[in-house]
T-cell receptor
């Protein structure tokens, strides 16, 4: 079982809805990530938080708003999404963001499968 | 040239076969290299890190050729349970972001 838990597992929303995806890890990791994955494509990085501060925003549209309330939690707030935003949203964590020369292992959650109607 | 390139496959092999996957990367400053495995509709999981000297974990062997900017994964004695997509992952040099290749799909048949 993964040590990164994501909720909800499935979400269907309309283009005018506001919803949130949640992610939690209790491994003491200091870096947390949001990835987006479309079918038959690799995960694409959206955001990186390091020590609860936003380190990277990969030019993600503002209708996606990340939030890191504490070192164990990561949220992704969704508002006014488009049907093309339908995808699997993966949360991941790692011990650190800098210094991938350690293990560099990303621990992924099972993902939240989002459908935008 | 894309940052991380892999042959998408699919590779269809019989049980017991040996199969090799290759991956090339474009950033010569990259320092960290990994193979991840992703089962259908599941999250990616680390299979193994790739070290300069090459490394082996059971039936799996990973090699790195820095001069050619090329990484390989060899799977010996394939099992049905090896069927998955194998993702080559490389950090993008100084910034440390991990870049995923598109993945190579492997199907092991009885």
């Amino acid at each position: 079982d993964t040590e990164v838990t994501q909720t909800p597992k499935h979400l269907v929303m309309g283009m005018t809805n506001k919803k949130s995806l949640k992610c939690e890890q209790h491994m003491g990791h200091r870096a947390m990530y949001w990835y987006k994955q479309k079918a038959k494509k690799p995960p694409e990085l959206m955001f990186v938080y390091s020590y609860e501060k936003l380190s990277i925003n990969e030019s993600v549209p503002s209708r996606f708003s990340p939030e890191c309330p504490n070192s164990s939690l990561l949220n992704l707030h969704l508002h006014a999404l488009q049907p093309e935003d339908s995808a699997l949203y993966l949360c991941a964590s790692s011990q650190e963001f800098e210094g991938f020369s350690n293990t560099g292992e990303l621990f992924f959650g099972e993902g939240s499968r989002l459908t935008v109607l | 040239r894309k940052e991380v390139e892999q042959d998408p496959g699919p590779f269809n092999v019989p049980e017991g076969a040996t199969v090799a996957f290759n991956c090339t990367y474009s950033n010569s400053a990259s320092q960290s290299f990994f193979w991840y495995r992703q089962d259908c509709r599941k999250e990616p999981k680390l299979l193994m890190s790739v070290y300069s000297s090459g490394n082996e974990d059971g039936r799996f062997t990973a090699q790195l050729n820095r001069a050619s900017q090329y990484i390989s994964l060899l799977i010996r004695d394939s099992k049905l349970s090896d069927s998955a997509t194998y993702l080559c992952v490389v950090n993008s040099g100084s910034q440390g972001n991990l870049i995923f290749g598109k993945g190579t799909k492997l199907s092991v048949k009885p």
